[in-house]
């Protein structure tokens, strides 16, 4: 992979890159088709990343379709696939980690310890061997583009971050590799996440700033459908993900919820209000 990168780029052609997991949808794809509209040359990795997972959840059962995600990237034009091996990204007694202090800990990191210092250490090590000069992630994993953006910054990586907007099924269900697992009932109940995300927003648009608020009449959406399990409904700082007390600067609303035992998330961005 890296002897491919360096070709291309000793060609003076310039890299894109987009990490995935596998099991890709049009949420990915939106990605490559970033990608190529501002690369040269672009490579799309496939590793369904261990470290990331915790000790209960989903990593054995996570859907994997190798063979047709490389025939989806092929027709979107991708260069190189990267597909290492669990063995390969991790060779025995690999004890060192990136680790994003505090920002770890908050929103998907708070409910998943561990989650996010798995991310950053594949990321990092995925940026040192593909070498891009742009890396593709989407806003759907709204905590994890905070994370990496911070971990570009801090570390000095020499990688453009472009963040893609949530690519949703024509209902409002944020495309997900996980919707794989919901039954039609469960289906159907999931849709309280973009629901509960565009009752903020309505209201939002309709003036009110005031984060409480905000976020209680999100919760109360929310709270509806009960056979959904809200793991957080948090209004933060897109960067810090710290909360806000109010929006006018803009915010982020962040969703998370068990739908069945899958764990689904969801976000939006509120745009600072003109003064
Ligand atoms: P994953 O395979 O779930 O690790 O996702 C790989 C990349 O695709 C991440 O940067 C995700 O944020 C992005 N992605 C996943 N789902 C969507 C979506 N519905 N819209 C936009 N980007 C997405």
């Not at 061997?129 to 801090?154: L, T």
């Amino acid at each position: 992979m890296r002897s491919a990168s360096r070709a291309a780029r000793q060609n003076g052609q310039r890299l894109g890159f987009v990490p995935t997991m596998g099991a890709l949808h049009e949420g990915h794809l939106s990605l490559v088709r970033a990608a190529r509209a501002s690369s040269d040359v672009v490579a799309a990795s496939i590793f369904v990343n261990p470290t990331q997972f915790g000790p209960n959840e989903d990593l054995a059962k996570y859907p994997r379709s190798f063979e047709q995600d490389c025939q989806m990237l092929e027709r979107e034009g991708v260069n190189f696939v990267f597909a290492p091996s669990v063995e390969e990204m991790y060779p025995a007694g690999a004890v060192t980690w990136v680790t994003v202090e505090e920002l770890s800990s908050k929103l998907d990191g708070r409910s998943r310890p561990g989650h996010f210092r798995g991310v950053t250490t594949v990321v990092a090590k995925l940026f040192h061997i593909v070498e891009p000069d742009r890396a593709f992630f989407g806003q759907k994993d709204a905590a994890q583009v905070a994370v990496i953006r911070r971990m570009v910054r801090d570390l000095n990586l020499p990688v453009e971050i472009v963040v893609c907007p949530i690519v949703r099924e024509p209902d409002g269900l944020a495309m997900s590799s996980r919707n794989a697992y919901l039954d039609p009932e469960q289906r159907k109940q999931a849709l309280v996440l973009h629901r509960s995300l565009m009752r903020v927003q309505n209201i939002a648009e309709a003036g009110e700033q005031d984060a409480a608020k905000l976020n209680a009449a999100g919760r109360r959406t929310f709270a509806q459908e009960n056979s959904v399990r809200l793991d957080y409904f948090e209004i933060v700082n897109p960067d810090t993900l710290d909360p806000v007390s109010d929006i006018s600067e803009g915010a982020l609303v962040a969703v998370a919820a068990y739908v069945g035992t899958t764990r689904l998330i969801d976000n939006l961005l509120l745009k600072p209000i003109p003064t």
